[in-house]
């Protein structure tokens, strides 16, 4: 997955940290180079890929605000010639999953009848004629949001269409099997994109058909942790005040003093091994942070 190394940071939009990879200036001059000659005047190159900027960055708010919507954490969003990563967390609940992942693509139907509606406007007042640049614009404009809707709908993990299906899967078959069918359904779509890229001679596609690969494994093994993890007997008592989970018995978390194993929960966050007084927990469900007395359970009402 991209991550900041090798970014800029360009702004702050709604809480949320933008970060442009540098390769992104690079591809932006091969693109806008390859392009020239599409229009009367290299400005509009220019803004095409601006536009793409523009599309991908709206795409990605949108995953961010719906995680933010359901009480997740999503404060980090970079943004590379690939496209872009939106980094959340939404509570381990397969409906908010399924929003935070849907709203991206609901951007792009939004984008995709304002667009229409442009298009429709330019050619009934007649740009053909008075703006040729401006209608070709709006019309490249308008088939790269398509391409990436449906590209991003695609049932292919990590696609958003392939973390959709999962989310769905996950209503039926649990956290764990669901994520180990979609990136086995994943797999299946790699092999297809490889034989576009050949097919094609796509250096590109042959590209994203690597990236998606490697996250189709590690999104298995993430399958396979939680199948192990979801087997653990849990400690009653307890539970996580982001996903409600009980945590499991055993020493399954690192004291960052002494590096050393123990149970956080039998000892109240104290290390036994070197003393270390720990504020928060970490829940080995969801990944948020919590302090231990957050996560005892009140003992019932007397009757």
């Known amino acids: 997955m991209p991550t900041r190394q090798g970014s800029i940071h360009l702004f702050r939009l709604a809480g949320v940290d933008l970060y442009l990879h540098w390769s992104w200036f690079v591809v932006a001059m091969i693109e806008i180079s390859q392009r020239r000659g599409s229009y009367q005047s290299l400005t509009f190159n220019v803004l095409e890929y601006l536009a793409l900027f523009v599309i991908v960055l709206l795409h990605e708010m949108g995953h961010s605000l719906a995680c933010r919507s359901v009480g997740g954490k999503a404060d980090e969003i970079v943004l590379w010639p690939l496209g872009g990563v939106a980094y959340v967390a939404p509570p381990q609940r397969p409906g908010a999953t399924l929003w935070s992942i849907a709203a ?11 667009l229409l509606g442009l298009l429709i406007l330019g050619r009934t007042v007649g740009w053909a004629e008075t703006e040729p640049d401006l209608l070709l614009f709006l019309r490249a404009v308008y088939y790269v949001n398509f391409g990436l809707l449906v590209f991003n709908l695609l049932p292919i993990y990590p696609l958003d269409g392939g973390q959709v299906l999962r989310s769905l899967l996950w209503f039926v078959l649990g956290r764990a099997r669901s994520l180990m069918a ?8 790699v092999a297809g994109l490889f034989l576009a890229a050949w097919w094609l001679q796509s250096l590109w596609i042959g590209i994203i058909a690597l990236f998606i690969l490697s996250n189709c494994w590690r999104g298995l093994q993430h399958a396979r942790l939680l199948a192990r993890a979801d087997r653990l007997p849990r400690r009653d008592g307890f539970k996580c005040p982001g996903c409600h989970a009980s945590p499991p018995i055993g020493t399954w978390w690192a004291c960052s003093q002494c590096r050393k194993p123990f149970d956080p929960f039998e000892t109240l966050a104290v290390c036994p091994h070197c003393g270390a007084q720990f504020e928060t ?11 231990v007395s957050t996560w005892l359970i009140p003992p019932p009402p007397a009757a």
């Open 104 to 114: 991206g693509p609901l951007v792009n139907v939004v984008l995709f009848f304002v």
């Open 281 to 291: 927990t970490r829940c080995l469900d969801c990944g948020e942070t919590h302090p």
């Open 182 to 189: 979609a990136s086995i359904i994943g797999f299946a779509g």
